[in-house]
């Protein structure tokens, strides 16, 4: 159980495009999904807490303008990386928290993003 | 400031080895999770750890969470090469329930 996935899982954009990524929780409904960046060989870096139906919480230092995140349904959040750059490049990482016990989060595969 | 410091960053070591990494906070953690992460792939959770002086073993690991609930180590014995990963421990600040806290992590290579 606790299975999430995300799509695509590699993607490569020219610059000042947007991309959006999805984040699906397959066998559990996640009232709270978030979005981490990971740099190479660094941890990962909380971006946003998405939750369902209402605005997601940003970071201090993350743009809210440049990267969208809709959380429409229990088991879908997305994040759209607008107008892309060079220095957008990095592995996006979404995860879902479970809505009981002591809040385990559960990971997607991640998504590698290259802006050219 | 970094919440959560691992330590060390970086251990290579032979097949059969043992060896422990730390994760240490000068803050009180509700609950701690261990992740393990391979290259191009999301982490992986290995255990949450709730209560202070906790210990638990998932097969050659072993998970301690501190008796102040600050820090926790893992040590793995008989380290395979299937071990080898990026090592993240993470836990949620007393009072912040839904943000995550990631370590600094710790690369481990395992070497035939």
């Known amino acids: 159980g606790a299975v999430v996935s ?27 999904m978030f979005w981490y960046r990971q740099f190479p060989k660094q941890s990962l870096m909380l971006m946003a807490t998405s939750n369902e139906g209402s605005k997601a919480t940003y970071e201090q230092g993350v743009e809210k303008d440049k990267f969208l995140i809709n959380h429409a349904s229990l088991t879908l959040s997305t994040l759209t990386v607008t107008s892309a750059h060079p220095e957008d490049s990095s592995f996006y990482i979404c995860s879902a928290r479970v809505t009981s016990g002591p809040y385990e989060q559960y990971f997607g595969p991640g998504t590698r993003l290259t802006v050219t | 400031t970094q919440l959560l410091e691992q330590s060390p960053q970086f251990l290579s070591i032979q097949e059969g080895e043992n060896l422990t990494v730390y994760c240490n906070s000068s803050s009180v953690f509700s609950s701690l999770q261990w992740y393990r992460q391979e290259p191009g792939e999301g982490p992986v959770l290995l255990v949450t750890v ?7 073993k998932l097969k050659r690991l072993t998970f301690q969470f501190g008796d102040a609930r600050k820090d926790s ?9 299937g071990d080898t990963g990026l090592y993240l421990c993470a836990g949620h600040v007393t009072g912040t329930a839904s943000k995550l806290t990631f370590g600094t992590g710790t690369r481990l290579q395992v070497t035939l």
């Open chain 2, 50 to 56: 709730v209560t202070g002086g906790e210990v638990k």
């Open chain 1, 6 to 32: 995300q799509h695509p899982s590699w993607v490569i954009c020219k610059s000042g495009t947007s991309v959006k990524i999805e984040c699906r929780s397959l066998d559990f409904q996640a009232t709270t």
């Open chain 2, 73 to 81: 180590s893992l040590h793995i014995t008989a380290a395979q090469p």
